[in-house]
């Protein structure tokens, strides 16, 4: 039975309020291997399986409309109610579900970031090169500098030849430092084609002298153009002249006026806080290590251009308030210039002095109240230790994504989706005991209740999760010869421009959808982009 209490929208309510700028958040609760086949436009992810975990970072404001759907497993439900167990006061079931949504369907992740690149390229015709001119430059040794606009990670994992690791956001503040002759030819590359399009036209919009282009498809291209990459490559650029970064901030802000991006005080920010009917992200849009060092209290770490490619994940609140901090200006205005042509009201935070800063490492976790568990239910890694060694009617769930579980997990733990855990139990034998763990052991404490309901065996935590038995140098099994799947890896979307295994009809099949994503733009017709 539905809960009561819980709303109805249909598809063209939900469209009215995209159309009007309102507040609301479409969320699709089901793996991110299902979303990504299908799902409407300003769709977030947010799977049954992470609610506790992500949704009071992602959706701050429990005042918010948040528009729940599956696509017929029965997830949405669940999620609903447990959104109101945990405070949103207004949680809607989208009518129909997935096969209600009557108007232009996407697939893929960041979908929207993704369209709005193609649009950019194709009102600005973002200047670019292919694989095959560019091996020419680095083999004839012409002046030229190729600059990754990836995730450093990323960056390290497969690189073009040559190329410097410059994440997007910094590329403006940075690039003179590896260009200082405007006669080098700049090269954007990323591994596909939104970050190559949007860092080269961030250095086009800012006035750069260089020539510039974005190196057409990125990695992609480059692979299906049958050219080898380099691996494990750590070329960066920390430092930036004084001169050099005094002219990028008069040319970030310049861009980001002409882009209609709003400015701030902290003394502003404040009041803007105590609207209590409004969503305000708080970004610090500087790379994770300067957040670490130092940064605004309430700020998370979420580095300018992944935030422009996954506009999605980091603001899921259509409608919501942007506020973006860096400590030079150029990185903060650089990225609000395309968050507010994604029709995003977003502000810059001007003047802030560094005494601010007081908050250091990671932002903390803001989670729902932890359930209560029996003194008797939480057990230690040794414990757990001694029981594989004596007690053979045992069985250990690990509920850590499938990467992760795959990387290392305790020996004979059991892969389970939290969102699939009643037919995951089906594949196991009927043990005394159950122990449930995740990496840090939070997930899992929120399941323990769940299982209990499922079963007449005894169910147990482990106390601080797999990261404990890792600690405590226990003996860890690592990849798929050494794994035990009792429900299917769909946590994860397995990205075509991710790893080196692709094949090449998956790639080509990406790149072709990315060329019709301006189309399904124009079909749609609730995105309010613009191009400056």
């Given at each position: 039975?539905?809960?009561?209490?819980?709303?109805?929208?249909?598809?063209?309510?939900?469209?009215?309020?995209?159309?009007?700028?309102?507040?609301?958040?479409?969320?699709?609760?089901?793996?991110?291997?299902?979303?990504?086949?299908?799902?409407?436009?300003?769709?977030?992810?947010?799977?049954?399986?992470?609610?506790?975990?992500?949704?009071?970072?992602?959706?701050?404001?429990?005042?918010?409309?948040?528009?729940?759907?599956?696509?017929?497993?029965?997830?949405?439900?669940?999620?609903?109610?447990?959104?109101?167990?945990?405070?949103?006061?207004?949680v809607i079931l989208l009518e129909g579900g997935l096969q209600g949504w009557?108007?232009?369907?996407?697939?893929?992740?960041?979908?929207?970031?993704?369209?709005?690149?193609?649009?950019?390229?194709?009102?600005?015709?973002?200047?670019?090169?292919?694989?095959?001119?560019?091996?020419?430059?680095?083999?004839?040794?012409?002046?030229?500098?190729?600059?990754?606009?990836?995730?450093?990670?990323?960056?390290?994992?497969?690189?073009?030849?040559?190329?410097?690791?410059?994440?997007?956001?910094?590329?403006?503040?940075?690039?003179?430092?590896?260009?200082?002759?405007?006669?080098?030819?700049?090269?954007?590359?990323?591994?596909?084609?939104?970050?190559?399009?949007?860092?080269?036209?961030?250095?086009?919009?800012?006035?750069?002298?260089?020539?510039?282009?974005?190196?057409?498809?990125?990695?992609?291209?480059?692979?299906?153009?049958?050219?080898?990459?380099?691996?494990?490559?750590?070329?960066?650029?920390?430092?930036?002249?004084?001169?050099?970064?005094?002219?990028?901030?008069?040319?970030?802000?310049?861009?980001?006026?002409?882009?209609?991006?709003?400015?701030?005080?902290?003394?502003?920010?404040?009041?803007?806080?105590?609207?209590?009917?409004?969503?305000?992200?708080?970004?610090?849009?500087?790379?994770?290590?300067?957040?670490?060092?130092?940064?605004?209290?309430?700020?998370?770490?979420?580095?300018?251009?992944?935030?422009?490619?996954?506009?999605?994940?980091?603001?899921?609140?259509?409608?919501?308030?942007?506020?973006?901090?860096?400590?030079?200006?150029?990185?903060?205005?650089?990225?609000?210039?395309?968050?507010?042509?994604?029709?995003?009201?977003?502000?810059?935070?001007?003047?802030?002095?560094?005494?601010?800063?007081?908050?250091?490492?990671?932002?903390?976790?803001?989670?729902?109240?932890?359930?209560?568990?029996?003194?008797?239910?939480?057990?230690?890694?040794?414990?757990?230790?001694?029981?594989?060694?004596?007690?053979?009617?045992?069985?250990?769930?690990?509920?850590?994504?499938?990467?992760?579980?795959?990387?290392?997990?305790?020996?004979?733990?059991?892969?389970?989706?939290?969102?699939?855990?009643?037919?995951?139990?089906?594949?196991?034998?009927?043990?005394?005991?159950?122990?449930?763990?995740?990496?840090?052991?939070?997930?899992?404490?929120?399941?323990?209740?769940?299982?209990?309901?499922?079963?007449?065996?005894?169910?147990?935590?482990?106390?601080?999760?797999?990261?404990?038995?890792?600690?405590?140098?226990?003996?860890?099994?690592?990849?798929?010869?050494?794994?035990?799947?009792?429900?299917?890896?769909?946590?994860?979307?397995?990205?075509?421009?991710?790893?080196?295994?692709?094949?090449?009809?998956?790639?080509?099949?990406?790149?072709d959808w990315e060329y019709g994503l301006v189309d399904q733009l124009y079909?749609?017709?609730?995105?309010?982009?613009?191009?400056?």
């Amino acid at each position: 039975m539905t809960n009561t209490n819980i709303g109805i929208y249909t598809y063209l309510q939900a469209r009215t309020a995209l159309l009007k700028r309102q507040e609301i958040a479409i969320l699709d609760v089901r793996e991110e291997a299902h979303f990504a086949e299908v799902h409407p436009l300003f769709a977030a992810n947010l799977p049954l399986s992470r609610i506790e975990t992500d949704v009071y970072n992602r959706i701050p404001n429990r005042l918010t409309t948040l528009i729940i759907y599956d696509n017929g497993e029965g997830l949405a439900i669940i999620a609903a109610e447990r959104l109101i167990l945990y405070g949103y006061k207004n949680v809607i079931l989208l009518e129909g579900g997935l096969q209600g949504w009557h108007g232009e369907l996407f697939k893929d992740v960041n979908s929207p970031s993704k369209a709005f690149g193609e649009l950019v390229e194709s009102k600005r015709h973002t200047p670019s090169l292919s694989a095959q001119e560019v091996k020419a430059l680095i083999d004839n040794k012409e002046d030229i500098v190729i600059l990754d606009a990836r995730r450093y990670d990323e960056y390290h994992t497969m690189n073009i030849p040559s190329s410097v690791s410059v994440p997007g956001a910094e590329l403006v503040l940075r690039v003179k430092e590896l260009a200082p002759n405007p006669k080098t030819c700049v090269i954007i590359n990323c591994a596909g084609r939104t970050r190559s399009i949007i860092g080269t036209q961030s250095l086009v919009n800012a006035g750069l002298d260089n020539p510039v282009y974005a190196l057409r498809n990125g990695t992609i291209g480059w692979i299906l153009a049958g050219q080898k990459l380099e691996h494990g490559q750590s070329r960066n650029i920390q430092t930036v002249s004084k001169e050099n970064k005094e002219q990028a901030i008069a040319a970030s802000i310049k861009v980001a006026d002409k882009a209609g991006v709003k400015r701030l005080t902290l003394h502003l920010l404040q009041h803007l806080l105590k609207e209590k009917d409004r969503t305000n992200y708080l970004f610090d849009v500087r790379t994770p290590e300067e957040y670490l060092q130092s940064h605004l209290p309430g700020f998370l770490s979420t580095p300018g251009g992944q935030l422009v490619q996954e506009t999605d994940h980091f603001a899921p609140v259509r409608g919501a308030r942007i506020i973006l901090y860096d400590n030079d200006g150029v990185r903060a205005n650089m990225t609000a210039s395309w968050l507010a042509q994604m029709a995003w009201e977003v502000y810059v935070l001007d003047y802030v002095n560094n005494t601010a800063l007081t908050e250091k490492g990671e932002a903390p976790l803001n989670l729902p109240l932890l359930p209560d568990l029996k003194v008797d239910q939480i057990i230690s890694a040794e414990l757990l230790q001694y029981w594989l060694s004596e007690d053979k009617s045992l069985i250990i769930i690990d509920l850590a994504p499938a990467s992760i579980y795959l990387k290392k997990h305790i020996p004979g733990a059991w892969y389970v989706l939290r969102s699939q855990l009643k037919t995951a139990l089906k594949q196991l034998s009927a043990p005394e005991k159950y122990i449930l763990t995740s990496p840090d052991g939070i997930q899992a404490r929120f399941v323990v209740g769940e299982l209990e309901k499922l079963t007449s065996a005894k169910v147990y935590l482990l106390d601080g999760g797999t990261n404990a038995w890792i600690a405590g140098n226990h003996k860890t099994e690592s990849g798929e010869l050494n794994s035990h799947f009792a429900s299917p890896q769909i946590d994860r979307y397995r990205r075509p421009y991710e790893g080196t295994n692709n094949t090449a009809e998956v790639m080509q099949s990406y790149l072709d959808w990315e060329y019709g994503l301006v189309d399904q733009l124009y079909q749609d017709g609730t995105h309010g982009f613009f191009v400056i």
